[in-house]
Nanobody, 115 residues
Framework: VQLVESGGGLVRPGGSLRLSCVAS????????MRWYRQAPGKERELVAT????????VFMDSVKGRFTISRDNAKNTVYLQMNSLKPDDTAVYYC?????????WGQGTQVTVSA
């Protein structure tokens, strides 16, 4: 099982990014996929989830209406579309899944929102 995130970078406030989480070793559409983020000096927080039945939930009030989680089953990839980015969105973003009671994390991708 492997998760590899990409798509982060430096973006100006108001800009957009789409993060990707490519899964291998398992079929991601069969499991709940989650995006987390960890800002400097803060704990890791759950941003959004996507269930195997396609239910999407954004947990962070601060990103509701701006962030969307989705998947491409053919590519075994989960995305986090981030619009209207703010400096407070600066963080390392991780995807995660749980299989058989074990948690699997990607290595993270850095998102920096700055003018």
């Amino acid at each position: 099982v492997q998760l590899v995130e990409s798509g982060g970078g430096l973006v100006r406030p108001g800009g957009s990014l789409r993060l990707s989480c490519v899964a291998s070793g398992f079929t991601s559409s069969n499991y709940v996929m989650r995006w987390y983020r960890q800002a400097p000096g803060k704990e890791r927080e759950l941003v959004a989830t996507l269930t195997s039945t396609g239910v999407r939930t954004v947990f962070m009030d601060s990103v509701k209406g701006r962030f969307t989680i989705s998947r491409d089953n053919a590519k075994n990839t989960v995305y986090l579309q981030m619009n209207s980015l703010k400096p407070d969105d600066t963080a390392v973003y991780y995807c995660k899944t749980r299989i058989g009671g074990a948690d699997y994390w990607g290595q993270g991708t850095q998102v920096t929102v700055s003018a």
